[in-house]
């Protein structure tokens, strides 16, 4: 069964210290790796999409790699408006469906 | 350009009533789709469609429905509520018609079941 896991689950850092997420997949097949951000209350926001193992993509202090099992959200020098839930997800071959890990809440202290 | 819609944005129903909510993609899209997101689950994907036509359904009993019009707008109903079916509904959109595709969601409508 495709399955996607996120560690940690929450992740406290100060401003300024940088860290990575975690998204492993198990999948028959992938088609495609995608990172999103959820403010409270409001739906995810699109950030990257990574198709093949080895590709990264950046976007301000932000940066998403992939590996044949894993992906990981390097957050470099955060800032308090980082704070967010980080969520990724897979689209496997054979199918219309996304599936969603269960999520990283980022917490980060001025 | 405007983003994803949906309708109405909070709802409060009793056990055994039925619901539908709506969902507007942006313009242009073609695919929309539908999921349930809960704290205790996540979100967990409902269901997609296509140009009128359901390519996909997830995991849930057949009181979860969809469908899509002719101008990609999108309507998902629950029939016979329970509790259990508390939870914030999002509705996306793709502008790609084959996946991978990344989406664009809407706010969600936020539906509480007493």
């Known amino acids: 069964e495709d399955q996607v896991t996120q560690s940690p689950e929450a992740l406290r850092l100060q401003e300024g210290e940088s860290s990575s997420l975690n998204c492993s997949y198990t999948v028959s097949g992938l088609r495609g790796l995608f990172w999103y951000r959820q403010d409270p209350g409001k739906g995810p926001e699109f950030l990257f999409t990574?198709?093949?193992a080895g590709e990264e993509k950046e976007k301000e202090r932000l940066k998403a790699t992939l590996t044949k099992k894993e992906s990981f959200l390097h957050i470099t020098a955060p800032k308090p408006e980082d704070s967010a839930t980080y969520l990724c997800?897979?689209?496997?071959?054979?199918?219309?469906?996304?599936?969603f890990g269960a999520g990283t809440r980022l917490f980060v202290k001025a | 350009k405007a983003g994803v819609t949906q309708t109405p944005r909070y709802l409060i129903k009793t056990r055994g009533q039925q619901v539908t909510l709506s969902c507007s993609p942006i313009s242009g899209h073609r695919s929309v789709s539908w999921y349930q997101q809960t704290p205790g689950q996540g979100l967990q994907f409902l269901f997609e469609y296509f140009s009128e036509t359901q390519r996909n359904k997830g995991n849930f009993p057949g009181r979860f429905s969809g469908r899509q019009f002719s101008n990609s707008r999108s309507e998902m109903n629950v029939s016979t509520l329970e509790l259990g079916d508390s939870a914030l509904y999002l509705c996306a959109s793709s502008p790609r018609d084959l996946p991978p595709y990344e989406q664009y969601f809407g706010p969600g409508t936020r539906l509480t079941v007493t």
């Open positions: 990574l198709y093949s």
């Open positions: 997800a897979v689209h496997a071959t054979g199918g219309f469906k996304t599936i």
